[in-house]
């Protein structure tokens, strides 16, 4: 079982950016893939990103690709997503979450997810 804790959200005007990061443990973390999902106020958790076990792969939602950088560093067991000119839109709690290989936006494959961490922007 992989224990993930988010950090780095807060409230944020449009346009501006935040960095969201995902401490990883109880796995070695270079053989796990990871994603970052969101859930607005009554709304379905939704697929932001996902990132590879090396990192050398990564999708993205159409609603975040050009904005959202999704990176790894296996040697600190962490996750990121860089989130620039961000939209009131993209408020909402970040969870990130991973998976044995899967990084893609179906949400099942992954079976370890955080507690989120919130992320405001507003208008």
């Known amino acids: 079982q992989v224990q993930l804790v988010e950090s780095g959200g807060g409230l944020v005007q449009t346009g501006g950016s935040l960095r969201l990061s995902c401490a990883a443990s109880?796995?070695?973390?270079?053989?796990?893939?990871m994603g970052w999902f969101r859930q607005a106020p009554e709304k379905e958790r939704e697929f932001v990103a996902g990132?590879?076990?090396?990192?050398?792969?990564?999708s993205y939602a159409d609603s975040v690709k050009g904005r959202f950088t999704i990176s790894r560093d296996n040697t600190k067991n962490t996750m990121y997503l860089q989130m620039n000119s961000l939209k009131p839109e993209d408020t909402a709690v970040y969870y990130c979450a991973a998976a044995l290989a899967y990084y893609g936006s179906a949400s099942y494959p992954y079976n370890s997810w955080g507690q989120g961490t919130q992320v405001t922007v507003s208008a």
């Open positions: 990132i590879s076990r090396s990192g050398g792969d990564t």
């Open positions: 109880g796995r070695t973390f270079s053989t796990i893939a």
